[in-house]
């Protein structure tokens, strides 16, 4: 979508990622998804008169590694407040957050746009609280409640107000959703809402530095309608400015089967939730030991493995790309290289060909493939002992019978033939029943040869050596 090129949009992101913990961030209830409704809650969860939180020692273990992710630094002592205000999926009236003194401050996220211009976005905050529970309203006239989410832990991400398209918060949200995934403290499921995503938008002329009136976009959940919602809103500011009107402060929902963005209630501020400090949770205390344990068992980020798999196996920037995407699929395939007989940039390609256009179509099909079958895959093909025609067979049966390479070749006789004689009696067969095509190809249509080639590698139902077969068809062609 074209933008009035008079005006400068400027957008801050709000992610809220839930924690896979196994229980809640204050409570001993079961953090699990999908559980019957109000059955994971306990006295603490509901806010009953009485009771008393007890902070997970994992969620801030969490805090901590995250904020390393992104370079931020980490406050040595935090503590928790109340965000007060009242609905009906929040039963203590408050949620537990932090707000003056969150556990890391000031990091960042470098990106890479389309075309090629890098950016690095600030990280203002990263803060633990807990999540509300969840209103149904689809049930009529009614509207249900469900507690179960009531004190699920979330970190808040919140960036400093410094992207100025829909591309760039795109970028910027999938290098936060690589990086809780990467290090295993959340699923990263927008649809289900263990990474949830709310945009400030505002817009301004173009040398302006006072930010304008923003508005806060909700319920977008996926990259693209995160960026549609986006687009829609950064048109519509500049739109009502054009024509005279103002830009009110409020919360906007997507609607991505209408592409727009309607209004649900007036923005609130700061003030506005009357934050003070939680009188029933301690100072979160953080020392030098628990930050340098924490940094060094974190795993290698998707930015620097990247740039190892080009510079170690010399892959393609792409290839690289898409392979580091995710932690699980990175791993597949260097526990597939440590199987490989030839290590070499050759194989290492193969390898990566195989995942990227084989082993993820399978998987995305619920499918499982073993790293060290493919490894023993990759070794049949480059030992001669299958061709690649009959590997893409072995490799459907791998996905779907779970059984080695080895096994399946040889129950079913998949073994490629490379006996010369063999190979030879097949092609002269071939070659009396085309004497046109060989004059044609005689005569200059050098293209033939992939005909001549198809022909024998059928008769021989696949198990030709391609590599003998053309070099026999070369021989008896020149004569």
Not at 313 to 318: C, D, F, K, R, V
């Amino acid at each position: 979508m074209s933008i009035n090129s008079k005006y400068q949009a400027v957008i801050g992101l709000e992610v809220h990622a839930q924690l896979s913990t196994k229980t809640k961030i204050f409570c001993g209830c079961s953090n699990k998804f999908g559980s019957a409704p109000n059955s994971n809650v306990c006295p603490v969860c509901l806010g009953m008169p009485g009771v008393l939180p007890v902070l997970n020692k994992e969620v801030v273990e969490y805090a901590i590694r995250l904020g390393l992710a992104v370079n931020c630094s980490i406050t040595t002592k935090s503590i928790f407040a109340r965000k007060n205000y009242f609905y009906p999926d929040l039963p203590k009236g408050y949620q537990i957050s932090q707000y003056e003194e969150p556990i890391c401050r000031n990091g960042f996220v470098d990106i890479e746009l389309a075309d090629g211009t890098k950016r690095r976005i600030g990280i203002t905050r990263i803060h633990m609280e807990e999540d509300a529970g969840k209103s149904i309203h689809d049930a009529g006239s009614e509207t249900l409640v469900d507690v179960n989410r009531c004190g699920t832990p979330l970190l808040e991400i919140v960036s400093e107000p410094e992207m100025h398209s829909a591309e760039e918060a795109g970028k910027y949200l999938f290098a936060i959703w690589q990086t809780v995934k990467y290090l295993g403290i959340c699923d990263g499921n927008l649809e289900e809402g263990s990474l949830r995503c709310d945009a400030n938008v505002s817009v301004r002329m173009k040398g302006e530095t006072k930010l304008g009136t923003k508005t806060e976009l909700k319920n977008m959940n996926s990259f693209r309608n995160v960026e549609r919602a986006i687009e829609y809103e950064i048109a519509r500011q500049i739109e009502v400015i054009e024509e005279g009107g103002t830009i009110i402060q409020q919360t906007l929902l997507w609607n991505a089967e209408k592409n727009i963005a309607a209004p649900m209630r007036s923005k609130e501020e700061a003030h506005d939730y009357r934050y003070f400090p939680d009188p029933d949770l301690v100072p979160v205390l953080v020392n030098d030991e628990w930050i340098n344990a924490a940094a060094q068992n974190l795993p290698e980020l998707p930015a620097k493995r990247k740039v190892r798999f080009i510079t170690e196996y010399l892959l393609p920037e792409y290839d690289a790309e898409i392979l580091t995407q995710e932690r699980t699929t990175a791993d597949f395939f260097e526990t597939t290289l440590t199987g490989l007989t030839k290590k070499n940039p050759e194989t290492y390609k193969a390898a990566s060909n195989w995942v990227m256009n084989d082993v993820l179509r399978v998987m995305n099909e619920g499918k499982t493939i073993h790293p060290e079958h493919l490894s023993s895959l990759i070794n049949a093909i480059q030992s001669g002992t299958i061709s690649g025609k009959i590997a893409k067979e072995v490799f459907e049966e791998m996905s779907a019978t779970h059984e080695s390479p080895e096994i399946i070749i040889k129950k079913k006789g998949l073994v490629q033939i490379s006996d010369t004689g063999a190979i030879e009696k097949e092609i002269e067969s071939i070659l009396a029943k085309f004497p046109n095509e060989i004059a044609r190809f005689k005569s200059g249509e050098a293209k033939l040869m992939g005909f001549f080639v198809g022909e024998t590698m059928k008769v021989m139902k696949g198990k030709g050596n391609p590599k003998i077969i053309n070099e026999i068809l070369a021989k008896k062609l020149k004569n």
